[in-house]
């Protein structure tokens, strides 16, 4: 029977089709297609694009030149510009303000490779350090309140370019998606004096059912009122409001974890499209230490249409006990693997 399950955090009910019980071999295989044009994210052609503001390179290699593994450059069609003012203006019943905002692309690979699953562990590392970097670096702007990181892989995702890259998206504003979980998080604090996310992770460690994979700091998972077949939350098993705490052995182990999950949805799903997008803490004059950060992949499986649209409500026709079952029990192969797969 179907049914109708809450997300604990915010108020946003997911109708769990359990009758649809949608497998794997359900789902059609996206053919990916390839652009054989010039493509300005490839090593050699630095040129193409603005000029970087943050490299990691080969010592004695220059500015915009061959030499990096991971290249940080300002959108060459950027959705908003750091030139404006945070002034609103009241146009009777409407708001407006400057496009005020940065709109960086992290560049995570110098060879024209389009996923980051076969990746090696240390290259999906750097790009997570690339997001620690700018992130931290666009926070000296008073003006931004939230940094959005995000990636989209294939065009029914997003993707406009082929070549592996992710997105940073500072804004002078706080999105409303945030908003409502920081006022879940407030809230069960106040009633309980404990963070959700931590309980909500000791919950499913107990019960198993959802578990893709558990490492000493880290924990995926397909979350309970799953809205998308197969999402997969990499959240971590301690409490961390903000995804700049992380040190050095944290990390190792969330781009091992990362890498994993995307292998595992890449293998039973036939190298799906996907969004992925961090979840932090706002910047700059607020106190947030009660949220808990969190990384969403969110396979594009499904067409979003006009129930959603009307409702907010999303349906979605595999149970995440299920979707968990076929990736935890999908093996890849990792030589470097080090962390606790949950069987």
Not at 11 to 28: H, L, M, N
């Amino acid at each position: 029977m179907p049914e109708w399950r809450k997300d604990p955090v915010v108020d946003r009910w997911v109708a769990i089709a359990t009758e649809r019980g949608k497998r794997p071999s359900d789902f059609k295989c996206v053919i990916h297609e390839k652009n054989d044009g010039r493509c300005p994210l490839c090593v050699g052609r630095e040129k193409d694009t603005p000029p970087e503001v943050m490299a990691f390179r080969q010592a004695g290699s220059s500015k915009d030149t061959p030499g990096w593994w991971v290249r940080v450059v300002p959108n060459k069609f950027p959705a908003v510009r750091i030139e404006g003012s945070q002034g609103v203006a009241n146009r009777g019943v409407y708001a407006v303000m400057d496009g005020l905002g940065a709109h960086e692309v992290v560049v995570e690979v110098p060879d024209h490779v389009d996923n980051l699953d076969m990746q090696s562990e240390k290259q999906v590392a750097e790009i997570l350090w690339a997001w620690h970097e700018r992130s931290l670096e666009l926070r000296r702007d008073r003006r931004f309140k939230y940094i959005q990181v995000f990636k989209n892989y294939g065009s029914t995702a997003g993707a406009s370019l082929e070549h592996a890259h992710s997105q940073i998206i500072a804004t002078p504003m706080v999105p409303v998606e945030v908003k409502n979980e920081l006022a879940g998080f407030s809230s069960y604090a106040q009633a309980t004096g404990r963070c959700i996310f931590c309980d909500l992770i000791a919950q499913e460690i107990a019960e198993r059912e959802r578990v893709v994979i558990q490492g000493k700091n880290f924990l995926a998972l397909a979350p309970f009122a799953s809205r998308f077949p197969f999402e997969v939350w990499i959240v971590p098993a301690f409490h961390q409001h903000d995804f700049v705490l992380l040190n050095e052995e944290q990390v190792r182990e969330l781009a091992r974890i990362l890498r994993a999950c995307l292998r595992k949805l890449s293998v039973v799903l036939c190298d799906p499209p996907y969004n992925i997008v961090l979840h932090t803490s706002p910047v700059n004059d607020m106190e947030t230490k009660q949220y808990h950060w969190h990384l969403e992949i969110l396979p594009r499986l499904t067409i979003i249409a006009g129930f959603e649209l009307g409702t907010g409500y999303y349906i979605n026709p595999t149970p995440p006990e299920l979707a968990a079952r076929y990736l935890r029990e999908t093996n890849v192969q990792n030589e470097e693997l080090s962390h606790r797969e949950v069987i």
